[in-house]
């Protein structure tokens, strides 16, 4: 079984600041795939990204990037010059690669982020 | 593309109820995904259907089940209702893939008295 830690509770940020959100993860798998997630007050969550683990290079999208540490098992989220509308839980998520069980996602307990004017 | 969407957005139902969430997913999506959301076990895996069948299932008890039509679209049923149901039911649709992202609709908040 996989497991999914977000080790940050809440955290703040200065609009136009930059904040790294921290995620590790606990896996026998060697292929699989890694998401972000934020969920606004109003609750529909959003991809923010993906990284497919056999890539060794940092997914970016935008204002957000990965720091993806496979041997580390650690897939930190870095948002570059915060807006308000980051406001958001974020979650961190992972999915097992295969061929035909299903896709499944497991999640971290998610970081509360809050950008300050 | 229209988004995934959930109704109702809300429900009130007592213990002992059974109470059925739909959900719709994104258009051309072939996989459907659900997900109970709690503050104290944060967010856990239900089951996912694709083409009508159920092709993974967590680890809740046999209260919940679901199903899935020929037009993608699923709803979920939980019977016997108990306080610790209250939860957002999240749905989630993917293209069908087993590796495909899943996009999530906004939810339906379940409330047990």
């Known amino acids: 079984a996989q497991t999914v830690t977000q080790s940050q509770p809440e955290m703040s940020v200065q609009e136009a600041e930059t904040v790294t959100l921290s995620c590790t993860y606990d896996?026998?798998?060697?292929?699989?795939?890694l998401f972000w997630y934020k969920q606004p007050p109003s609750r529909q969550m959003i991809l923010v990204i993906r990284q497919e683990a056999y890539k060794q290079q940092n997914a970016t999208e935008n204002r957000f990037s990965v720091n993806f540490q496979k041997a580390a098992k650690s897939f930190s989220l870095k948002i570059s010059d915060s807006q308000l509308g980051d406001t958001a839980m974020y979650f961190c998520a992972f999915m097992k690669r295969t061929n035909n069980a299903g896709n499944m996602l497991t999640f971290g307990g998610g970081t509360r982020l809050m950008v300050k004017p | 593309k229209a988004g995934v969407t959930q109704t109702p957005r809300y429900l009130i139902k007592t213990r002992g109820q059974q109470v059925t969430l739909s959900c719709s997913p994104i258009s051309g999506h072939r996989s459907v995904s659900w997900y109970q959301q709690t503050p104290g076990q944060g967010l856990q895996f239900l089951f996912e259907?694709?083409?009508?069948?159920?092709?993974n299932k967590g680890n809740f008890p046999g209260r919940f089940s679901g199903r899935q039509f020929s037009n993608s679209r699923s709803e979920m049923n939980v019977s016997t209702l108990e306080l610790g149901d209250s939860a957002l039911y999240l749905c989630?649709?993917?293209?069908?893939?087993?590796?495909?992202?899943?996009?999530f609709g906004p939810g339906t908040r379940l409330t047990v008295l």
């Open positions: 896996t026998s798998e060697n292929n699989y795939y």
């Open positions: 259907y694709f083409s009508e069948t159920q092709r």
């Open positions: 989630a649709s993917s293209e069908g893939h087993p590796t495909d992202t899943q996009y």
